[in-house]
């Protein structure tokens, strides 16, 4: 794993201080737009470059962002993990994560931050449910996912619409206790568990979530739900009152 910097920039004096976090695997045409626009609501960008063979690295670099890149392509949540990690050397009044491909606006970043920086929240979920004005997913995506969050909470005890968003702010405290394990797309499941045995306090505010550019194959969509469904079937489910150690010290 290698960390490189873009060059010396002016140091931002703007508050509060929002990091964002973008995994990102062969995304050479549209990640610098999404750095750019990401750096309009954020003091910081942090790209993992999870072993992309094509210009994803230099066109992130480029783009002004800190780039972590993987010798080899791992998956999803170990990209998040990466970042995660990393975030747990920084200091900030919160964490965004965004997803490389463009399907995430920027423009609500402070939504997902607001509640964070006031100290109200320590995870914020960017659900693409909560508003029929921003919901744009394409009806087999919104059963599946319906579908997950009904196996993640049966008894709707938690009430959460959307466990699949990689759209999220976080605090200090809920970066270094969700920090994920799984290295695929259940990831995403993992981190709202870990969150919920231990007591977070979780938020969802309402973001549009686009569905243009290039989509998954079938074969890995179903790999990908697969993954989702094994996790969010996984032992630990956010029934116990477990209180766990931050999962960046190891």
Do not use: W
Request: net charge positive; hydrophobic share 35%; charged share 25%.
């Amino acid at each position: 794993m290698k960390v490189t910097s873009s060059l010396d920039r002016s140091e931002r004096s703007s508050t509060p201080q929002i990091v964002a976090l973008v995994p990102a695997y062969n995304e050479e045409e549209s990640i610098p737009d999404v750095i750019r626009q990401t750096l309009r609501f954020t003091s910081r960008v942090i790209v993992c470059d999870d072993g992309s063979t094509d210009s994803t690295f230099r066109c992130s670099l480029d783009s002004g962002a800190e780039v972590i890149r993987h010798k080899r392509n791992v998956g999803y949540g170990a990209a998040l993990r990466t970042l995660f990690m990393r975030a747990c050397d920084i200091s900030a009044d919160a964490f965004v994560t965004v997803d490389s491909d463009g399907q995430h606006d920027s423009r609500f970043i402070p939504a997902l931050t607001e509640s964070i920086v006031q100290g109200e929240s320590d995870l914020v979920i960017g659900s693409r449910f909560l508003s029929a004005r921003l919901d744009f997913t394409p009806p087999h995506r919104k059963i599946a996912i319906k579908l997950i969050n009904r196996l993640f909470d049966p008894q709707r005890r938690y009430r959460l619409t959307d466990l699949q968003s990689g759209f999220r702010g976080y605090n200090g405290k809920a970066i270094a206790i969700t920090c994920p394990t799984r290295t695929g797309m259940g990831a995403s499941t993992e981190i709202v568990k870990r969150a919920v045995k231990t007591k977070l306090r979780i938020k969802e505010v309402p973001v549009p979530i686009y569905y243009c550019g290039k989509q998954p194959s079938l074969v890995i969509s179903v790999l990908q739900f697969v993954d989702v469904f094994r996790s969010t079937l996984a032992s630990g489910l956010p029934n116990a009152p477990a209180s766990e150690p931050s999962a960046c010290a190891g």
